[in-house]
């Protein structure tokens, strides 16, 4: 509502050419804007769409342009004052981000311009659980092969019958059944003698996994047999030294990006 106002002069018998005042009212518009945020992980969109709606059957799709960090923003101008609520449209590779949308429905006030009414979007990559072992390739073999009491546990131990201190293996996530080519890498692992005869695990996380962390363990089990290898990662044990060890086993969970 823009006032106005006007000073007139009514003069006495002038019914014939009387004076006349127009009132008119005008909405003040305001303005909305809608930021866009991608947090974790890579294989970002880049746009995506947001429905609006809002005061007299507004109901348009706008994109939004997101720029290599995973960010963008739009601003919507000239809108009528009201209550304005904000959708996100699927995007290719939805399914594996979170969507969380801040501050919507959203009043818009008369002249709000600057700073506009604000909505922001996050987007969270969502994170998967996984079993990870030491990969043995070629020296060593699959645990369903020699644990006892049929398990299923999928899984390697590596060949220790010869000192492999210094050594790094690769360790692999989600290799259900040994399938290696299904498995996700996720870092290495290297033994060596922690100072009594004995080995010692250290694991590297691969840096380039956003996100990437271990959640249980490491379970780490030298075995003067493969065959004396336990059902389960809680019960692997390091009391056999380097030198009379010929099966190492090494286990973690890891959580990172789905894919």
Known sequence: ???????????????????????????????????????????????????????????????IPIDGTGYGEITLTDLVPGIYEIFELEFDGSDVWTSEIDASPV????????????????????????????????????????????????????????????????????????????????????????GSGYYEAEFEADPGIFGLSVTDGPHFGVYALPEDIPNSPGKYSNKVSIADATAIVFHIVVEYPME
């Open 107 to 194: 009043e818009v006030m008369p002249g709000q311009t600057d700073p506009a009414a604000l909505v922001e979007i996050t987007n969270y990559r969502r994170m998967v659980e996984e079993t990870a072992y030491a990969y043995p390739d070629g020296d060593g073999g699959e645990l369903r092969n020699v644990i006892k009491k049929n398990s299923n546990n999928w899984g390697w131990y590596i060949d220790a019958s010869e000192e492999i201190l210094g050594q790094s293996f690769d360790v692999y996530a989600a290799a259900g059944q040994n399938d290696i080519s299904k498995g996700k890498y996720v870092g290495t692992v290297t033994f060596t003698d922690d």
């Open 1 to 63: 509502y823009d006032p106005a106002s006007q000073l007139i002069v009514v003069l006495p018998g002038g019914t014939s050419s009387a004076q006349s005042v127009s009132i008119s009212n005008t909405i003040v518009p305001g303005d909305l804007k809608i930021t866009k945020l991608f947090v974790g992980g890579e294989d970002m969109p880049q746009e995506i769409s947001v429905r609006v709606t809002g005061p007299e059957g507004y109901d348009e799709t706008h994109d």
